[in-house]
Structure formats: C-alpha cells, structure tokens
C-alpha cells in the first residue's frame, strides 16, 4: 500500500478512518452530528509510537506518573509508547508489568506496551521469566539504564527471546568503559574536567550483539543508538540479512557535546546516557535515518526532579524529557531539507511498529482512527508551565520551536487538543 501524500478529506466514524478522499466530506458538511475539523495548511498524519520511555511509576512518581507520561506523550502526537522496565521495583514479574498496564487503562489517552526487563533486578545475571513476561503484554524486553555485558547470558537471553519471537532491546555501553564517564570523551570533556565515556563502549556491544543475535536467530534492537561506529555496525549487520534494528533519539540528531559546554558550562540538562556526540556522529546518525540502517526516532523520554540535575554534573542523573517536543523540534530538519517528511513520519510509526511487532498506524481506510494533526508553522515557547508531562528536565527550555502538534486521536476520540489551535473548539477531549 502506497503511503497517502495529499490533500484528502478523512471521515471517522466508530473510531475507524471509513473514507479517506477528495471530496469524500462534501455531503456531510452541515449535517446533523457531524463534526468537522479544518485542516488547512496542517498535517494530517498517522498517531507516533514511541518505544522508548521512562514513565517513573512504579516508585518514583514524584518525577512522572503513567497517568502524566501519557498526558505528555499525546500532548506530543503519540498514540502508543512502550515503557521501559527500570521502575522501583523493576518490571521483571508480571505484577509489575500488570499494573503498568492497569494505570494506562485508567489513564485512557495513549496505548502503553511495557518492556519487561531481560534479567531479575536489571543485576545483569539471572533471566526473568520471558513467556510470563509476554503473556502479561511485554512486547519486548530490556535492561535499559543497564547494559547485558556477560556475553553468556546476552547469548541465553538472545536464544531465549528468539524461542518467543520477542526482540531484546540493549541499552549497550560496555560499562568497564565508561566507569566513571559522565559525558562523551574527546576534546570538551578533556577542557571541562570530566571523565569521558568514548565511543568504543557503545560499538564493542553492538558488535558483539551483532554477532550473538545472528547466531541465535533472534530479534536485536539497539536502544538510542549514538556513534558512527554503531551506525556502521547495524548498518553491516542489515547487510548481512540480520534482524538487527536501532533506533536514535531527538537530542541525538540534534545536539552535541558542545552544548554540555554552552554558556557557564556543566549543563546538567545535557547529561544524557549514552552522551551527546561530536558532529560527525551527529552526521552519521541523520545519515542513517535517512537512509533506513536506523528504524524508527525514539525519544528516552526520561523525566527527572529538579534536585537530580541542580547538582553537580558527575552526581546529576542522566536523561531528558522528550515527549512532547520531538516533533516539533525535528520539523527543524525538515524544513533544512536533511529529513524528508515522509521518512520522519515513518520512523515514528510504521518503523517503531516493525521492531515490536505492533500494528502500524496507517492513514487508509479501515484503519484504527490514531491521527495526530501537525501545524508546521505554529510557534510556541518551551516553558516549564506548559509542559504537559511532570517533570521539565530539557535543554530547549526557553526556546521559541516552529510546529506544534494540535490535535491527537486515539481510536478518533480527540485525546489532545493544543489551546488556541484553530478550528478544534467544536470537539471536546
Ligand atoms: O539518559 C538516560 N536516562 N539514559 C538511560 O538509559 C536511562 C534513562 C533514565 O532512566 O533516566
């Protein structure tokens, strides 16, 4: 199926895209119980997935509740996320991994899918129970926050997984590496004083796992991919007819090691893990978008109280909020001709779909009605009060972005409408 690229009218009816066509609402305008939404000079497209986000409940709600993470997800355009399993305690029983799934019923705005953990405690030693895990709705399992560095039980985790067709997503950093780093190593940690956590932490797991994955037939997802190397490494793994697929995230294609030196330095808001690159990985990454060795944006969203980054840099935690702005702060690359649309638009749906086996979102008829409606010229500034999530743990606070997700449909039931949208005052969420 083509993907649809035009000026269309969409009908939904029953939460189902029923006609999607020129003209295909003339007749109704105007009829009783009818409701009509005016695109003009907006994007219609099908709702994001996201598969990568840190939603703090179980255990630390005070940073984001299921409830809040989904608020911020379809205030970003997302209809499903999957969440991570390093919660307190961890997902790595099916209680766990039930009540996640309680919460977002409770919730009723996005889909969420848990990702059970791949070892008991995230402790990188004994396996969880992966059919347990799946049956209770994991899509996928991962030790996310934590690398799976023993080669024997990243390879008994890989043959277990495949015997479930469930893919296993590393979050890979060679941690005998990176002891101590608290951004990337090249020239700026060396001016700023901090240890560096270099490149070939992040490639020696890939590589491996490239390896392992291959000879266990299993599905292999790397987790915010971040250098060059990687990129070259998944990129040689596809080739090979390997399973292997990546994902990077916003802040990724978007900043580098320099901004952790802007202005006084030691910004917090920019520890990130795995660290911000240098511009040829920064290259590398919206080359291997664009050219499919990486699969689907994925953006770690991953919330944090204020008392974890006013601190100093090495005792702040690691992560950013990304929700609610990977769209708009990407349409940047759009508009600079380096990502087209289409290929935006299809890692944050049918490409995260694939990795975990998902239904795609897809704008054709008799499709599940999961739309996000995308203004590309609306501005807004990034402020703590607006944001829509808990926590605002983001280095684009401040910032004046262009594009703004103005409505989001699950099941065509508008769960998101942007204040001061135009033409939405008719439809309640
Ligand atoms: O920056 C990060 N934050 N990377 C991770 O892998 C974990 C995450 C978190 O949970 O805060």
């Given at each position: 199926m083509a993907a649809l690229d035009d000026r269309v009218d969409v009908l939904i009816e029953g939460g189902v895209v029923v006609r999607a066509g020129r003209g295909a609402g003339d007749s109704l305008v105007?009829?009783?119980g009818v409701q009509l939404v005016e695109g003009a000079g907006r994007w219609l497209l099908p709702g994001f997935i996201d598969l990568h986000v840190h939603?703090?409940?179980?255990?630390?709600e005070h940073k984001e509740t299921i409830a809040s993470g989904l608020r911020a997800a379809v205030a970003g355009g997302f209809v499903t996320v999957c969440a991570m399993p390093n919660t307190k305690p961890v997902n790595d029983t099916r209680a766990i991994t039930e009540l996640m799934l309680a919460r977002a019923k409770e919730a009723a705005l996005a889909r969420l899918h848990p990702i059970g953990a791949i070892t008991k405690g995230l402790a990188g030693a004994e396996l969880t129970e992966v059919a347990a895990l799946r049956e209770a709705g994991c899509v996928a399992l991962s030790d996310d926050g934590r690398c799976v560095t023993d080669s024997r039980v990243m390879r008994h985790a890989l043959e277990y997984a495949a015997t479930f067709d469930v893919p296993l997503i590393q979050h890979a950093e060679d941690h005998a590496l990176t002891a101590g780093a608290d951004m990337h190593e090249g020239a700026i940690s060396t001016r700023l004083g901090l240890r560096g956590w270099p490149r070939t932490a992040e490639d020696v797991i890939v590589a491996r796992d490239c390896i392992l994955a291959e000879a266990a037939k299993a599905r292999y997802h790397v987790a915010h991919l971040s250098t060059k190397g990687a990129a070259r490494i998944v990129a040689e793994a596809k080739a090979r007819g390997g399973a292997v697929t990546a994902e990077v995230t916003p802040h990724h294609l978007l900043l580098t090691d320099a901004s952790v030196a802007?202005?006084?330095?030691?910004?917090?808001?920019?520890?990130?893990n795995p660290p911000l690159r240098e511009p040829e990985d920064l290259a590398a990454l919206r080359q291997a978008l664009a050219d499919g060795t990486i699969d689907a944006i994925a953006t770690d969203h991953a919330p944090h109280h204020l008392r974890d980054k006013q601190v100093e840099f090495s005792a702040a935690r690691p992560g950013m909020i990304g929700l609610e702005l990977c769209v708009p702060l990407l349409l940047d690359l759009v508009r600079s001709g380096e990502l087209p649309l289409m290929r935006l638009a299809y890692a944050l749906t049918v490409g995260p779909a694939k990795v975990v086996g998902l239904e795609a979102p897809r704008?054709?008829?008799?499709?599940?009605?999961?739309l996000t409606l995308v203004d590309p010229d609306a501005t807004f500034r990034v402020e703590r009060e607006t944001?829509?999530?808990?926590?605002?743990?983001?280095?684009?606070?401040?910032r004046t972005v262009r594009g703004a997700i103005d409505a989001t449909f699950v099941d065509g039931r508008p769960v998101h409408l942007r204040r001061g949208a135009a033409g939405l005052s008719g439809l309640v969420d």
């Amino acid at each position: 199926m083509a993907a649809l690229d035009d000026r269309v009218d969409v009908l939904i009816e029953g939460g189902v895209v029923v006609r999607a066509g020129r003209g295909a609402g003339d007749s109704l305008v105007g009829q009783p119980g009818v409701q009509l939404v005016e695109g003009a000079g907006r994007w219609l497209l099908p709702g994001f997935i996201d598969l990568h986000v840190h939603f703090r409940e179980p255990g630390e709600e005070h940073k984001e509740t299921i409830a809040s993470g989904l608020r911020a997800a379809v205030a970003g355009g997302f209809v499903t996320v999957c969440a991570m399993p390093n919660t307190k305690p961890v997902n790595d029983t099916r209680a766990i991994t039930e009540l996640m799934l309680a919460r977002a019923k409770e919730a009723a705005l996005a889909r969420l899918h848990p990702i059970g953990a791949i070892t008991k405690g995230l402790a990188g030693a004994e396996l969880t129970e992966v059919a347990a895990l799946r049956e209770a709705g994991c899509v996928a399992l991962s030790d996310d926050g934590r690398c799976v560095t023993d080669s024997r039980v990243m390879r008994h985790a890989l043959e277990y997984a495949a015997t479930f067709d469930v893919p296993l997503i590393q979050h890979a950093e060679d941690h005998a590496l990176t002891a101590g780093a608290d951004m990337h190593e090249g020239a700026i940690s060396t001016r700023l004083g901090l240890r560096g956590w270099p490149r070939t932490a992040e490639d020696v797991i890939v590589a491996r796992d490239c390896i392992l994955a291959e000879a266990a037939k299993a599905r292999y997802h790397v987790a915010h991919l971040s250098t060059k190397g990687a990129a070259r490494i998944v990129a040689e793994a596809k080739a090979r007819g390997g399973a292997v697929t990546a994902e990077v995230t916003p802040h990724h294609l978007l900043l580098t090691d320099a901004s952790v030196a802007e202005g006084l330095g030691y910004r917090t808001e920019c520890k990130v893990n795995p660290p911000l690159r240098e511009p040829e990985d920064l290259a590398a990454l919206r080359q291997a978008l664009a050219d499919g060795t990486i699969d689907a944006i994925a953006t770690d969203h991953a919330p944090h109280h204020l008392r974890d980054k006013q601190v100093e840099f090495s005792a702040a935690r690691p992560g950013m909020i990304g929700l609610e702005l990977c769209v708009p702060l990407l349409l940047d690359l759009v508009r600079s001709g380096e990502l087209p649309l289409m290929r935006l638009a299809y890692a944050l749906t049918v490409g995260p779909a694939k990795v975990v086996g998902l239904e795609a979102p897809r704008l054709i008829e008799g499709a599940r009605a999961d739309l996000t409606l995308v203004d590309p010229d609306a501005t807004f500034r990034v402020e703590r009060e607006t944001l829509a999530g808990k926590s605002t743990n983001t280095p684009f606070l401040g910032r004046t972005v262009r594009g703004a997700i103005d409505a989001t449909f699950v099941d065509g039931r508008p769960v998101h409408l942007r204040r001061g949208a135009a033409g939405l005052s008719g439809l309640v969420d």
